[in-house]
């Protein structure tokens, strides 16, 4: 695999005297991808060639030469992430010879760039900034590692599995037993739960109609972030009207958007009321309370509708 990233501004001399922000050409010679037997990480000033068996250029670090061997090497590398700014170009895989790491300037001189002049005559790329919504000026900034390399390293498609129901219908105790099946199968997934979020992500909101609105934009971003990243995103809110759901729904591509409808009547989730809400909203102490005084609209196009009838509801586990 072919891994790419463009280098930190670097400030400030380097390790062990060296000049600040020299580079160094950082190869691996010989084992296995992880460093196996007589795997070993050799340096070279930058512009010196490794080729064939004797090394395959790595990474370029403000520092000076470390030699590793044998099964450190993996640490060495975690080691110099965290300590310089490096430009990561591996192919450990190949014995051929990689092109050589770019410079961030090299970067901006790839085809597809095209430097235009400013009126000082500088050299430097116009940028096109744009208004999206309420910002202005912003830019777009586009990234050499993308949700496709992101997902090959986790082997895994990233997506978003969006819960919806009433409340007490079980969709955070779905919602876990998920997370729980998916781990075990060695998936990786995060929980985007609505009483959570509401702990920290959207703490300034309320129950109104705007603010529920907003809960639910908020919540479909953050999911589309972590899908992007590779992860499965379990999001369990009560989401009540379908315009909010589906709006999320478009913020992804169909295929990694998956709607599942816990379907338990109010009476059910009414009796089982585990956090003494209904009763409250029975009585008139919430308002706005979703099937009591607020509609909720049950979804019409989804991919997994969940059926649970009075003394007829699935363990979660086997829901999951």
């Known amino acids: 695999m072919l891994a790419k990233a463009v280098p930190r501004p670097c400030s400030g001399a380097g390790r062990h005297g060296a000049p600040a922000a020299r580079l160094w050409s950082v190869g691996v010679a010989g084992g296995p991808r992880r460093g196996g037997a007589g795997g070993r990480l050799v340096a070279a000033d930058a512009g010196e060639r490794m080729t064939g068996s004797e090394a395959v250029p790595v990474v370029a670090v403000a520092a000076g030469k470390q030699p590793v061997n044998g099964s450190a090497m993996a640490d060495k590398f975690l080691t110099m992430c965290n300590t310089w700014c490096i430009n990561i170009f591996v192919d450990v895989q190949s014995s051929k010879p990689t092109p050589p790491t770019w410079s961030l300037m090299e970067y901006e001189q790839q085809p597809g760039r095209k430097p235009c002049t400013d009126k000082n005559g500088l050299g430097i790329d116009k940028l096109v900034t744009s208004t999206v919504g309420k910002s202005t000026n912003v830019l777009w900034h586009d990234c050499p590692i993308g949700q496709f390399e992101r997902q090959e390293l986790l082997n895994q498609k990233g997506c978003v599995v969006w819960i919806t129901g009433l409340s007490g219908s079980g969709k955070s105790t779905l919602a876990c037993a998920l997370s729980r099946e998916l781990h075990s ?94 009763k409250l909203a029975r009585a008139g102490k919430i308002k706005g309370f979703t099937g009591i005084d607020d509609p909720y609209e049950a979804p019409s196009d989804c991919e997994i509708v969940i059926q649970c009838k009075a003394g007829d509801c699935a363990t979660p586990k086997s829901m999951a």
């Open 185 to 278: 199968r060695g998936h990786l997934t995060y929980i985007l739960d609505g009483d959570n979020l509401r702990h920290g992500l959207n703490r300034d909101l309320c129950f109104e109609a705007k603010d529920r609105a907003e809960n639910i934009r908020r919540v479909g971003e953050v999911a589309k972030l972590f899908a992007d990243a590779g992860l499965i995103c379990i999001a369990s809110l009560i989401s009540p009207y379908r315009s909010e759901r589906s709006a999320c729904r478009k913020l992804l591509h169909n295929s990694t958007f998956i709607e599942v409808f816990l379907n338990v009547p109010l009476e059910v989730c009414e009796a089982r009321d585990p956090k003494g809400l209904y």
